[in-house]
């Protein structure tokens, strides 16, 4: 159980489009879910906190209207990287919690390259 | 703030014991959870701590102390799949999120 599912796996797109990417859980109803970028070989940096139903909550120097947030349900959340460039290419990472917040449960990740 | 730190590398043999250690300056602490990574995959939950002592799950144990602000994860009976990066991570402050650790690779060799 506890599976979380992203999509798409990889994208590649053209400097000043966006990009939304989609987390679901499948199995259980998140109450909180998080988005992380991490670059290689380096740590998971937070993003921000979504719940469903109310806004993000997003970490000091992302900026929100680049990077929106939306978390239509208690099973999905989305990414939008808005006029994407090169600096934003990363590894994008979504996770899900549900009664135990210590564990989250990650998605495979989405690699953004920006070109 | 928060800051976590773990060492970059270890490398360790087959078979052998291995700890990783983590040490953390927050400003709230609920407690520290271990989470494994293996390369281009998705992080996996390990093992949490909220309170002083060991935690043993299998082969992998985590210890805490809170008041030397320090935790570290034990993999024992290394096997060649536990190479990938490991972090620890804090939850404290806003009680829902999690700061992760620097993270530590660790490598297994015959």
């Known amino acids: 159980g506890a599976v979380v599912s992203q999509h798409p796996s990889r994208v590649i797109c053209k400097s000043g489009t966006s990009v939304k990417i989609e987390c679901r859980s499948l199995d259980f109803q998140a109450t909180t879910m998080f988005w992380y970028r991490q670059f290689p070989k380096k740590s998971l940096m937070l993003m921000a906190t979504?719940?469903?139903?109310?806004?993000?909550?997003?970490e000091q120097g992302v900026e929100k209207d680049k990077f929106l947030i939306n978390h239509a349900s208690l099973t999905l959340s989305t990414l939008t990287v808005t006029s994407a460039h090169p600096e934003d290419s990363s590894f994008y990472i979504c996770?899900?919690?549900?009664?135990?917040?210590?564990?989250?449960?990650f998605g495979p990740g989405t690699r953004l390259t920006v070109t | 703030g928060q800051s976590l730190e773990q060492p970059s590398e270890v490398t360790a043999v087959e078979g052998a014991i291995v700890q990783i250690n983590c040490t953390y300056q927050t400003s709230g602490f609920y407690g520290l959870s271990w989470y494994q990574q293996h390369d281009g995959g998705a992080p996996t939950f390990l093992s949490y701590?909220?309170?002083?002592g060991l935690e043993e799950t299998g082969r992998f144990s985590s210890f805490l102390s809170r008041s030397d602000s320090y935790g570290y994860l034990l993999l024992q009976e290394l096997q060649m799949k536990d190479s990938a990066s490991y972090f620890c991570?804090?939850?404290?402050?806003?009680?829902?999120?999690?700061?992760f650790g620097t993270g530590t690779r660790l490598q297994v060799t015959l």
């Open positions: 701590n909220a309170l002083d």
């Open positions: 996770s899900a919690s549900w009664d135990r917040d210590y564990e989250q449960y």
């Open positions: 991570a804090v939850k404290g402050g806003t009680a829902s999120k999690l700061t």
């Open positions: 979504s719940n469903e139903g109310s806004k993000a909550t997003y």
